[in-house]
């Protein structure tokens, strides 16, 4: 799944998904070092214990951050997966 980030240096964030274990996760843009290190240390995590560790994550006041969006494409890849 492609996310088109909102708020952020980085522009999409792909997903992918083994039920609810991160398979791989892939920012296209933003603070590459970062964004790296960020898909680096989610991998083969679970979802739902990622989207709780991320989710409201700010950046320089901008109310989102590459992690919080990342909790946000966790989140719909994770409903586009249950209604499949």
Sequence with gaps: MTYQTRGTCSRFIE???DGETIREVTFI???SGNTQ???KL???????QVIDLL???DCAGRGTSCPDQLAKALRLALE???SA
């Design 29 to 31: 843009g933003g603070c």
């Design 42 to 48: 989610v991998k083969g995590q679970n979802a739902r």
């Design 80 to 82: 586009e997966q249950k």
């Design 15 to 17: 997903v992918e998904l």
């Design 55 to 57: 989710e409201g994550t």
């Design 37 to 39: 290190g960020v898909a």
